[in-house]
């Protein structure tokens, strides 16, 4: 079976973008799912070291478009998981060097070997953002409970339907508990109602994700020791069909209005 | 008023400005009345000039897009029964034919390249400054961030407008949705355009050349309400049917 191609996007930078698809492909890959990221964000590489990859690169996205090596000899095989492969970015080209049509082509010939691409999107709504969701079968926006990400998603959304690359699905990630319960941090349901899409992960604010980051080693490889980790799998699991009841954060009032969303929504 | 006869219309692509006849002088001078009297209106817009049957140069075009440049409006199509019109507007690279879609980019709805929805332009022009401009537009989806909606008439939206987007009408806007991005009706001068929402939580609300921001206090259960002008403050009292007037 071809591969499904997921693009990871929000417009706003720093709202765990690259955090997210490392976890989604890890977890997916613990599944046994045959998995490729794409760092697309070429000139501001990151995903290979939350991976903990860097050490292995030796060849990169713009060497594959540009015909300086095989696809297969780009692909970066996790140390831990045998069906983990990431395609990194060139750190030292930028955008201009990959083209919409490039990255269809690059997908299109992994698609066949693979079950999930997973393309981590450049911020922005320009040329990085243009290039990642051409070749995407599903987006998934990701934002955080604050007004500037979640217009910035909005502005996001409104391209993808433009594109007609929808309807795109919403995580929302960096969740603090005990803000939301104190009514300090917007509301799950608030942003779900602004944005209109449907929702397919929370994650809460973790401190093991730093710590994760820095040492290379995604949160999802421990899934029981956080709830971030968790809810990594959880969001895996949904991308795979199942039906998974989301984080109940310790309060009842939050989820009570969002399911009620989820479900007018037509979900 | 004005006496000059300019007409506005809506087009898919922008606003079509019809000069009328007579000296170009006259109709330049005219064209500038009629943008410094609703620089909000036109701001950041793209539009078609028809220019009759005024035979035109080179440099005459060319005055004409930098008035029009200098109220940070793009001229992007010059419409003229005269050949030699037509040619020197096409040697300057402006599109002629109406038909065709506009060559690059966006004006209706952002950059985005989106499916603008601007698509009203009834056979009748619209009095530019008149009060009950005719046509009518109605746009059945979300108004997402970044998207813009500009039109002559009135606009109606069966959706939302988010925070970042903007809807510009000539006449009334009509939300069957929460506004909170920027809604200005009236934006051709018009103190009797009225603005209604089931729910008006705008960033900002402006009625001709009124401005207003919401109240920062925290909404109760959200009721459709209607603003309108009153002693030339921009005001929005909660709905409770009966007709909405116009004035006032």
């Known amino acids: ?267 | 008023m004005s006496p000059e006869p300019i007409t506005i219309k809506g087009l898919r692509q922008g606003l079509l400005v019809a000069l009328g006849e007579g000296a170009w002088s006259a109709g330049l001078r005219a064209l500038e009345a009629r943008l410094s009297a609703s620089p909000s209106f036109f701001r950041g817009g793209h539009i078609a000039l028809d220019v009759g049957t005024r035979t035109l140069s080179h440099s005459e075009i060319e005055d004409a897009r930098a008035l029009l440049a200098r109220h940070q409006v793009e001229l992007w199509a010059v419409v003229s029964k005269n050949p030699a019109t037509e040619a020197a507007a096409q040697e300057l690279g402006l599109v002629i034919d109406l038909g065709l879609p506009r060559p690059r980019g966006p004006e209706t709805v952002s950059e985005g390249g989106e499916e603008p929805a601007i698509e009203g332009a009834g056979p009748e022009p619209v009095e530019g400054a008149g009060p009950e401009p005719v046509e009518g537009l109605v746009v059945r989806r979300t108004l997402r961030s970044g998207q813009r909606l500009r039109h002559p008439g009135h606009i109606v939206v069966i959706g939302d407008v988010n925070p970042g987007a903007e809807v510009i009408a000539g006449g009334d806007i009509v939300v069957w949705g929460r506004v909170r991005g920027l809604v200005h009706a009236g934006a051709l001068g018009d103190q009797g355009a009225v603005i209604c929402a089931l729910d008006l939580a705008p960033t900002q609300l402006r009625i001709a050349g009124l401005i207003a921001r919401s109240p920062e206090e925290h909404r109760r259960k959200p009721v459709p309400e209607v603003a309108v002008v009153r002693e030339g403050q921009i005001v929005a009292v909660p709905w409770h049917g009966g007709s909405v007037g116009r004035g006032g």
Do not use: W
């Open chain 1, 1 to 267: 079976m071809a591969a499904r191609v997921i693009t990871i996007s929000s417009g706003k930078g720093g709202v765990g973008k690259t955090t997210i698809v490392a976890n989604l492909g890890v977890a997916l890959a613990m599944r046994g799912q045959r998995v490729v990221v794409i760092d697309a964000d070429v000139g501001l590489r990151n995903l290979d070291v939350m991976l903990g990859l860097e050490n292995r690169i030796v060849y990169d996205l713009v060497d594959v478009i540009e015909g300086r090596c095989r696809l297969r000899q780009a692909l970066v095989h996790d140390k831990r998981l045998s069906e983990l492969f990431l395609l990194p970015a060139a750190q030292t080209r930028d955008k201009t060097a990959v083209q919409p049509d490039d990255m269809v082509r690059v997908c299109e010939s992994l698609r066949e070997q693979h079950d999930f691409i997973l393309v981590d999107s450049a911020a922005g709504i320009e040329q990085g953002f243009r290039y990642a969701i051409a070749p995407a079968d599903e987006v998934l926006i990701v934002t955080n409970p604050e007004v500037a990400a979640v217009r910035d998603a909005d502005r996001v959304i409104g391209l993808l339907e433009a594109e007609e690359k929808g309807p795109a699905r919403l995580i929302i990630n960096r969740i603090k508990p005990d803000m939301v319960r104190r009514g300090e941090m917007l509301d799950i349901a608030d942003v779900v109602e602004l944005l209109a899409i449907d929702l397919i992960g929370i994650v809460p604010e973790d401190q093991a994700i730093l710590i994760a980051t820095n040492r290379g080693e995604p949160l999802a490889f421990s899934s029981d020791s956080s709830s971030a980790g968790r809810a990594f799998h959880n969001i895996a699991r949904r991308l795979l069909g199942e039906d998974v009841p989301f984080l109940t954060l310790r309060e009842t009032g939050v989820l009570g209005r969002l399911f009620r969303f989820v479900r007018s929504e037509g979900d």
